[in-house]
Structures are given as structure tokens and as C-alpha cells.
């Protein structure tokens, strides 16, 4: 799986929105990309995924650039709840049943 | 969303003992489950492929007799650290594939904290 880039640690206030950026300068063609988040002590949790076009879910939204080789994770009203370490994670469908990779992820803090 | 329980969540146990930590999917049969360890302030990392009815796949580095992996069903995988040592203690996760074909999804489990003293 292509490599992703993303900063070590975001701090955002409560309630105010947080976008939380991603390089993948080598994605493929095929690749999807994934955003996973970890709670303190927690398993992962599926965020949201996209290939090609802007995705919103309940949770979050999505946004991919042109040429594919960055996104942004949009959390649109932050709370306590959301403080956890974000993974932006790329994923070759073509691969079918091979496991995430996963890299250092984003440390979101949120202070109230 | 699916779910993936893990049992124990936490365990602590004497160096040189074993330890079995299950891994189940409740809603859904999953041909393949993963198994992760992360240590404290770092990511996941992968330890094993675990196929039901056949022998897991280890990463490089990950030896295959101290962490033994049974996919006996298709809905329970175990990991069993073989003479823990306290070097072994960490967080173990352990997810389940959903799909078929191109289409699959990743289900974590909670984890399970294990402490050897």
C-alpha cells in the first residue's frame, strides 16, 4: 500500500471545526482512502472512505483533492469525544482481503 | 456496523506462563482475521494473518511458535503468547474481514491489554 503523510498532532477547541490533512503523493489508481480513528485504549474505528469524490457520513466529511494526492478529514463540530489518533490509511481494492496498514496517524486533541 | 469482541480485554500474568486471548465476530462469518500488537504511543502493527482451516501467515520478525494463531470457525480466531516475558506486554487487536470478492471491510476488535510481571 502507497505510503500517507500526516502531522504528528492537531489541537482544536471544542465545538469548532477541525480538518485534519493527509499527503499521498504516490496513490494509485486503484487505491481508496480510508480514515480510521483510535480512542484511547479502544480498537480502531472505521471514519470514513472515498475514492474519487467528496464523501459525508454522520461522523465526518471527506474531501479529496483533484489530482487525488492529498485529503482532508472535516470533523465539523469537534468535541471531547472526537480527541483520539486519526489514521489516513490508502487501500488497493484490487488487493481484496490484505490488512490495513497502518502509519502514525494524527493525535487530535480537543480542549473545551 | 459489525462487531468483533475480544476476550480477555485486560489479563496480567507471570513470566513464563501462556496466555489465550479470543477473537470473535458476532454478526458476520469471516474467512480471514488479522492480529495487531501496538505498543505504548505507537501504531498498530501487524502481527498475523489468520485464515480459517489453515496455517497463519506471520510477518517478518514475528515468531510464529511463541504466538500461536487458531482460526478454528469462522467466527473465533485465538492468539495464544506462548512463555510471555514481560517484553510481550502490550496491546493486542485482532479484526475480522468482511466481503467478498474486491468488496471487503475491516472490523476491529476492542483489544486486549496484556500485563506480564
Known amino acids: 500500500d502507497a505510503k500517507t503523510t500526516q502531522p504528528n498532532s492537531m489541537e482544536s477547541n471544542e465545538e469548532e471545526p477541525v480538518h485534519l490533512p493527509c499527503n499521498h503523493s504516490?496513490?494509485?489508481?486503484?487505491?481508496?482512502i480510508h480514515w480510521y480513528r483510535q480512542l484511547p485504549s479502544q480498537g480502531p474505528e472505521y471514519v470514513i472512505h472515498?475514492?474519487?469524490s467528496n464523501v459525508n457520513n454522520r461522523m465526518a466529511s471527506l474531501a479529496i483533492a483533484e489530482d487525488r494526492k492529498s485529503s482532508t478529514l472535516i470533523l465539523h463540530r469537534a468535541t471531547l469525544r472526537d480527541a483520539a489518533v486519526y489514521y489516513c490509511?490508502?487501500?488497493?481494492?484490487?488487493?481484496?482481503?490484505?490488512?490495513?496498514?497502518f502509519g502514525k496517524g494524527t493525535r487530535l486533541s480537543v480542549i473545551a | 456496523g459489525a462487531v468483533v469482541s475480544q476476550h480477555p480485554s485486560r489479563v496480567i500474568c507471570k513470566s513464563g506462563t501462556s496466555v489465550k486471548i479470543e477473537c470473535r465476530s458476532l454478526?458476520?462469518?469471516?474467512?480471514?482475521m488479522f492480529w495487531y500488537r501496538q505498543f505504548p504511543k505507537q501504531s498498530l502493527m501487524l502481527m498475523a494473518t489468520?485464515?480459517?482451516?489453515?496455517?497463519?501467515?506471520?510477518e517478518q520478525g514475528v515468531e510464529k511458535d511463541k504466538f500461536l494463531i487458531n482460526h478454528a470457525s469462522l467466527t473465533l480466531s485465538t492468539l495464544t503468547v506462548t512463555s510471555a516475558h514481560p517484553e510481550d506486554s502490550s496491546f493486542y487487536i485482532c479484526?475480522?474481514?468482511?466481503?467478498?470478492?474486491?468488496?471487503?471491510?475491516?472490523?476491529f476488535g476492542p483489544g486486549t491489554r496484556l500485563t506480564v510481571t
Open positions: 479484526s475480522a474481514l468482511r466481503g467478498t470478492g474486491l468488496s471487503y471491510e475491516q472490523y
Open positions: 504516490t496513490i494509485s489508481g486503484t487505491d481508496y
Open positions: 472515498g475514492l474519487t
Open positions: 490509511i490508502l487501500r488497493d481494492w484490487v488487493a481484496g482481503n490484505t490488512p490495513l496498514v
Open positions: 454478526d458476520f462469518q469471516a474467512t480471514t
Open positions: 489468520s485464515n480459517e482451516g489453515s496455517k497463519a501467515t506471520y
